[in-house]
C-alpha cells in the first residue's frame, strides 16, 4: 500500500482540488482556532490533530485510499465512541473511525461540528486518563 507523503500542510494543499482545499482550510481553521490543545501530526499523508492521542483528521478524496469519489472526510479516530446526537457521523463497517463527509463548504455546520470536536477532546483526556 503507497500512501501520499505529505508532510506538511502546504504541500498537501497542493495535491488537493479547489473545493477539497476550501474544506481542508475551513476545518482545519475550525480545529486549531478552537482546540489549541490538538496538534497537527501527519499520518498516512493526512493531517491527523493529536490531544494525547489521536483525535481526528481530514481525509480528501484525492489522496488514495480515500475510498470516497469527492469532497473530505473529517474522521474521528474513537467515533464508535462518540454520542453522534448531531447524527453526522457515519460508522459503516467500521469498528472504531466515523466519519463526517463533506461534499462542499457549504456542508459544513461549524456549531454541529465543534460540538463533536469538543465531545471528541473530552473523550480523549478522560480516554488517557484512565490507561
Known amino acids: 500500500m503507497k500512501f501520499a507523503k505529505h508532510k506538511d500542510f502546504d504541500s498537501f ?3 488537493l482540488s479547489p473545493s477539497e482545499q476550501q474544506i481542508c482550510l475551513r476545518i482545519r481553521a475550525l480545529i486549531l482556532q478552537n482546540f489549541p490543545i490538538l ?9 491527523f490533530y493529536k490531544g494525547r492521542s489521536r483525535v481526528c ?3 480528501p ?3 488514495p485510499y480515500s475510498g470516497v469519489k469527492a469532497g473530505v472526510n473529517f474522521g474521528f479516530n474513537r467515533g ?3 454520542s453522534n446526537e448531531q447524527s453526522l457521523l457515519f460508522l459503516g463497517d467500521r469498528k472504531e473511525v466515523a466519519y463526517i463527509a463533506i461534499l462542499s463548504e457549504r456542508d459544513i455546520r461549524e456549531d454541529l461540528f ?7 477532546a473530552i473523550l ?3 480516554q488517557t486518563m484512565t490507561q
Do not use: M, V
Open 13 to 15: 494543499l497542493d495535491a
Open 39 to 47: 496538534k497537527e501530526t501527519w499520518a498516512y499523508g493526512a493531517p
Open 57 to 59: 483528521f481530514l481525509y
Open 61 to 63: 478524496a484525492s489522496l
Open 80 to 82: 464508535n465512541l462518540l
Open 114 to 120: 465543534l460540538e463533536i470536536l469538543h465531545e471528541a
Open 124 to 126: 480523549d483526556k478522560e
